[in-house]
Nanobody
């Protein structure tokens, strides 16, 4: 399993931006597909975005498409989630996750991922 640690959460006004980071400890993540999920109080965890290993194809939930961007650094040890035009409904705990190496299945379900970070809180005020 991969040990993951998220950072970058905080309080921001509606319309503002935040960049979340997910650092993998002790290894590169080039062989892993990585995902971001979020969970708001009283709601189920939901898919936000993912980036597949290799070519780095990206995927987004409809609710964040055009506002959020997932990327990974050249050393491939950190995954980012740039969040722009934030809305109050984006308020949630955001989790980073890593799938199995060289995984080729769907990345939209949390069941595709075996390693999770501890989460970082994002609060968007209106």
């Amino acid at each position: 399993q991969v040990q993951l640690a998220e950072s970058g959460g905080g309080l921001v006004q509606a319309g503002g931006s935040l960049r979340l980071s997910c650092a993998a400890s002790g290894r590169t993540i080039s062989a892993y597909s990585m995902g971001w999920f979020r969970q708001a109080p009283g709601k189920e965890r939901e898919f936000v975005s993912a980036i597949r290993w290799g070519a780095g194809i990206t995927y987004y939930a409809d609710s964040v498409k055009g506002r959020f961007t997932i990327s990974r650094d050249n050393a491939k040890t950190t995954v980012y989630l740039q969040m722009n035009s934030l809305r109050p409904e984006d308020t949630a705990v955001y989790y980073c996750a890593a799938g199995p190496t060289y995984y080729s299945g769907s990345l939209y379900s949390s069941s595709a991922y075996g390693s999770w970070g501890q989460g970082t809180q994002v609060t968007v005020s209106s």
